[in-house]
């Protein structure tokens, strides 16, 4: 993006629509930087008006203090060595020289504690993106470029150290070096005229690679759920009809190591929550004995479905969005073959299709994408549940399948549904499932996390989150209902459930448990319609009689006269 571009992305956004605050917090000038941040997050936020705000030239731990005090939104905390000593900057004159070094080692080791402590302690405030030094040092010490000196390996060692100790934190998010290395190049990041004439360190090139890596981490793009994978030529090398059982092969021997790390790749998303599923042409029976080789590194348990037959494959990957009852549009779909690629594109214009190469550099780098597309800052209980889950609603499906009625079945599964308020700083699995989840969604809002800090905060507003388990096993945390109470009045603005949580009339426990609770006359959601929240439009359809629509007001004896029997124990 360059700079007149990012200019006009701002000025795309309305006075109507809603503040998006934003604080840069840095030590130098700040202006190019955060006209850059705001066009990169008004990108990603349509319908949002993006504020940001600077603080004061050379006062990175005063901006980061006052900030810290009153939080108003997310911040972009943006280091520079002249921060942490003003020697290590060229604007200002504190002497250079070996005789040095020990002196400024120490500055900056205090200066970096100080500001470590300030992050960490920082839990109440939202996402915090920091993003180290990123441009060098001044040459304090008189070392040739070529040669690692003892007080630039001393920095590095020091500013390491901090990124460790800060990147476990779940409410801070550290630009990765690395990427921004792949986006700016070192050399090319520098402008000493700008900095000593202004007080601005970076060229426009680096400023806009940094602002989008911020922008990334301040408002991340929604991950996929979900992974389709072709066997032959893909998760291993080889045609399994052909070469048999013991034939095909992803080690290094047989010249296939690419599909190994393929293999693992997938096997660790699938560790992280990640659904992974099968889809191929092949026979059944041989699919089912080579997914059962020990050496395999992507364990056949981890597998679900697996879809085996000689139709098209967009066929196998109808059964499979069924089987996971996710939206294609939360899918990848990886093959080798060109056609059957754009058969499934065809059939599903909203899947993600990635083509599987026999060049291993292809194949290292669509590896890596992987990571960007379904990784996530931290795993959390309900991902390593979610394919447990989804075996156990199988197994519910078929167990009404085979008996007389729903309710016989829902009666005898001894559901248990825990329901809890959310503190402050709430569990993060609350936020996740409102942002994640869009079959059940009362209006499809995504909040960001200052926004629903915010919100929980506010005088009168409360949140329930629930958890349910019954025989066929626990389903996690799955349902998040937000609203403000006054009186016998209750307002819900949010409320989600999780699509694996379908069928077992959690939704209706959740609304008898609200007006029990609460003694109220009357609930009014919220509501807006989109493309994929046709079950809740269902079932405030079921209970108002009538199509949804704005404000729904739904009073006790309404919802007495219309809700369907629930056989599950509310906590």
């Known amino acids: 993006m360059k700079l007149i571009e990012a200019l006009a992305v701002l000025q795309k956004a309305g006075p109507e629509d809603s503040p998006f605050p934003v604080a840069l917090i840095c030590g130098f000038t ?17 319908g949002r008006r993006v504020e940001a705000r600077e603080g004061r030239f050379g006062d990175l731990i005063g901006n980061l203090e006052r900030y810290l005090r009153e939080p108003c939104g997310a911040a972009a905390v943006v280091l520079d060595w002249a921060d942490l000593d003003s020697r290590l900057g060229w604007r200002q004159h504190g002497g250079w020289g070996r005789a040095l070094v020990p002196d400024i080692g120490n500055v900056v080791a205090r200066k970096l504690d100080l500001i470590r402590d300030l992050l960490m302690g920082a ?17 304090v010490e008189p070392v040739p470029g070529w040669q690692y000196g003892e007080l630039e390996s001393r920095l590095d060692e020091m500013v390491g150290s901090f990124a460790a100790r800060l990147s476990p934190v779940p409410h801070l998010r550290l630009v990765n070096p690395s990427r921004l290395a792949a986006l700016s190049a070192a050399h090319q990041r520098l402008d000493v005229r700008t900095l000593l004439q202004a007080g601005f360190p970076y060229r426009l090139p680096h400023t806009d690679a940094l602002a989008g890596l911020l922008a990334e981490l301040l408002h991340p793009p929604a991950p996929l759920k979900g992974i389709v994978t072709d066997l032959d030529n893909t998760l291993w090398a080889g045609i399994l009809g052909e070469a048999g059982i013991d034939g095909v092969a992803w080690d290094l021997d047989h010249h296939a190591a690419h599909h190994g790390a393929y293999q693992q790749m997938l096997q660790s998303l699938a560790d992280s929550g990640v659904l992974v599923a099968v889809a191929s042409k092949n026979d059944p029976a041989l699919v089912r004995s080579a997914l059962a080789r020990p050496d395999l590194l992507l364990r056949a348990g981890s597998v679900f479905p697996v879809d085996v037959h000689w139709g098209p494959k967009s066929q196998s990957v109808a059964r499979i969005l069924q089987a996971w009852n996710i939206a294609a549009d939360s899918v990848l779909f990886i093959d080798d073959s060109a056609l059957e690629l754009a058969e499934v594109q065809n059939a599903y214009p909203a899947i993600h299709c990635r083509s599987f190469g026999d060049d291993p550099s292809q194949v290292a780098a669509l590896v890596a994408e992987l990571a960007d597309l379904f990784g996530k800052p931290s795993d959390s209980k309900e991902d390593s549940l979610r394919l447990d889950s989804l075996r156990a609603g199988a197994e519910l499906a078929a167990a009404t399948a085979g008996a007389e009625s729903l309710e016989q079945v829902l009666a005898g599964a001894e559901g248990v549904l825990t329901i809890v308020s959310l503190s402050n700083p709430p569990d993060p699995r609350a936020l996740e499932l409102v942002n994640k989840t869009n079959q059940f969604n009362l209006n499809g809002r995504r909040i960001g996390e200052a926004d629903w800090l915010r919100y929980l905060g506010s ?13 066929f096993g626990p389903l996690g945390k799955i349902c998040v209902l937000a609203g403000r109470l006054t009186g016998g009045v209750l307002d819900v603005d949010t409320w989600v459930l999780s699509c694996r949580a379908f069928g077992r009339r959690i939704e209706y426990a959740m609304l008898g448990a609200l007006f029990e609770r609460h003694s109220l006359a009357r609930i009014r959601f919220h509501f807006a319609a989109t493309e994929r929240n046709g079950p809740l439009q269902d079932l405030l359809r079921d209970l108002t009689g009538a199509p949804p629509a704005g404000e729904i007001v739904l009073d006790a004896a309404g919802f007495e006269a219309r809700r369907l029997a629930w056989f599950l124990r509310v906590e």
Not at 459 to 471: E, L, Q, T, V
């Open 459 to 471: 005088p009168g507003h409360f949140a329930w989150m629930a958890s349910y388990a019954d025989r």
């Open 123 to 139: 839990s109440g405030a939202g996402i915090i993106a920091v993003a180290l030094p990123s441009v060098p040092p001044a040459p």
């Open 30 to 46: 700040a202006q190019p930087l955060l006209t850059f941040l705001a066009a990169h997050l008004q990108s990603r936020l349509p």
